[in-house]
């Protein structure tokens, strides 16, 4: 329960956090998205349920927060959280490259999910966002993924969503 | 409490994901207001972030106003002579303005007081997301409403889109999503400014007959209702006839810096409500 009570106060520094750390950090050049690393811990690491209600309030907060219609965010990460969620059992994810490879990939998809449903639901072309601000901010976040990993496992053992076996 | 088993995954991820269709078919219902939880979040968020930018903003101030002084005695020998110019500009259109409007009051037409102005703050940019968007300080209870048009010193900034009790949001120009009704000043032609990639705009449904000329200022139209006719959008930075089709491609710079962008004015409806 505490889990529950604890998620969206922490969800909500995570996105503001993440806003602002790309506006100085990277000099407003690119976005470091956080919360896609979260999904991905939260579909590899995490129980099902409770990674799958995190995964959906990240979502809903990066709605709020970009402004797109509620649930395209939501969707989104879902739909890449579900993916993980099915073949993590088959990966082996203790090595850091194959973190930065696996957060990668999950990029890759949330970047082609963006480009179908922003077309689809917003009738927008990014092609030229997704290669001029995503691919830059995929791959920063796919090289800070193991530590992002760390701060989440540290986080979570304390919020009690952690759950490290290997399903 | 929870299903058992090897089923339990399959069930979660099942229940949740027709949560997630759940939210997705509503937002898609109700879009033309945020429900409560959505202006929650906003009005929450955007002080959060306020807080975060605090440091780095004193900083960058520090840095701008005290340290980084480059070219400044330059800049202000131009702006001072700029200055003296637009004085005497300005003399020249005020005695117009005069001139104008007591040939309105001749006419009887009714002088244009369709709108107050609410001055606000950006608090949050968004333009490196799906759509290109800024946070202002102001919302509902300022009177800002959806629709609302957003100036600048410079010229056009966009419209309101979205609006909590305390932080609104605001749709740029150069998003592919704005559409706003046009013309240029020297020749009158009138078009459709819409947004493009790369932070610039394109006017369209200009006929290739049109002799148009880069530097010449866009202004709004006036015609949707909802930007008041005669603000400064942007200049033509480049004309071709050379695409197919019965148009030109004119590219538009805004006149707004929007990387830059930090005080706007709204325009609120002067009697209340938004369009």
Redo the contacts between chains.
């Keep these: 329960m505490t889990f529950y009570l604890l998620l969206l106060p922490v969800l ?2 995570l ?3 993440q ?2 750390l ?3 950090l990277a000099f ?1 050049l ?2 470091i998205e956080v919360s896609l690393a979260l999904v991905i811990f939260a579909a590899l690491r995490m129980d ?2 409770k990674g ?2 995190a995964t ?1 309030m990240a ?3 990066m ?10 965010y ?2 989104i990460y ?1 739909v890449v959280f ?1 993916l993980f ?2 073949v993590s059992p088959r990966l082996y994810t203790e090595e850091r490259w194959t973190l930065v490879l696996i957060t990668f990939v999950g990029g890759l998809m949330e970047g082609f999910l ?1 480009f179908v449903m ?1 077309g689809w ?6 092609s ?2 997704l290669w ?2 995503f691919l830059p ?1 995929l791959v920063l976040v796919s090289l800070i993924s193991p530590f992002l990993f760390q701060l989440f496992e540290v986080f979570f053992i304390r919020m009690g969503g952690y759950e490290r076996s290997l399903k | 409490m ?1 299903p058992p088993g090897k089923y ?2 399959v069930i ?2 099942s229940v ?2 027709a ?3 759940l ?6 219902l109700r ?1 033309s207001e945020p ?1 409560l ?2 202006r929650l ?2 009005d ?2 955007a002080p ?2 306020g807080i ?2 605090l440091p ?1 903003d004193a900083m960058r101030g520090i840095w701008g106003r005290y340290v980084f002084l480059v070219g400044l005695e330059a800049e202000n020998r131009a702006l001072k002579a700029q200055n003296a110019e637009l004085a005497n500009l300005l003399i020249r259109y005020r005695e117009g303005y005069e001139e104008g409007r007591r040939l309105k009051k001749i006419l009887q037409l009714q002088e244009e007081g369709a709108h107050r102005s609410v001055a606000a703050q950006v608090i ?8 290109k ?1 800024v946070l202002v300080n102001k919302g509902t209870v300022h009177g800002v409403a959806k629709g609302c048009a957003v100036l600048a010193d410079r010229g056009v900034v966009g419209r309101v ?2 609006a909590s009790w305390h932080v609104s ?1 605001v ?1 740029l120009i150069t998003d ?2 704005s559409n706003v009704d046009c013309f240029l000043e020297g020749p009158r032609t009138q078009g459709i400014l819409q947004g493009d ?2 932070g610039v705009c394109l006017m369209k449904y200009v006929a290739k007959t049109e002799e148009i000329k880069p530097g010449e200022n866009v202004l709004t139209a006036g015609l949707s209702g909802i930007f008041p006719k005669g603000y400064l959008l942007g200049k033509v930075s480049g004309a071709d006839r050379g695409v197919g089709g019965m148009f030109q491609r004119i590219e538009v710079l805004p006149a707004v810096d929007f ?1 830059k962008l930090e005080e706007v004015l709204i325009l609120v409806p002067a009697k209340g409500g938004g369009r």
């Design positions: 909500l520094a996105v503001v956090l806003h602002s790309g506006v100085y407003n690119v976005n099902v349920l799958a209600v959906g979502g809903f907060l709605d709020c927060l970009c402004g797109t219609p509620s649930g395209f939501m969707t879902y579900c969620s099915f963006l922003s639901v917003l009738g927008k072309d990014v030229y966002d001029r601000f901010q | 929870m339990r995954k979660v991820l949740v994901g949560a997630v269709v939210v997705f078919a509503l937002g898609a879009s429900g939880i959505r979040v906003l929450v968020c959060l972030d975060l930018r780095i949050g940019k968004d333009q490196k997301g799906v759509l968007t889109i979205e949001r749709l592919s999503n990639r790369g990387s």
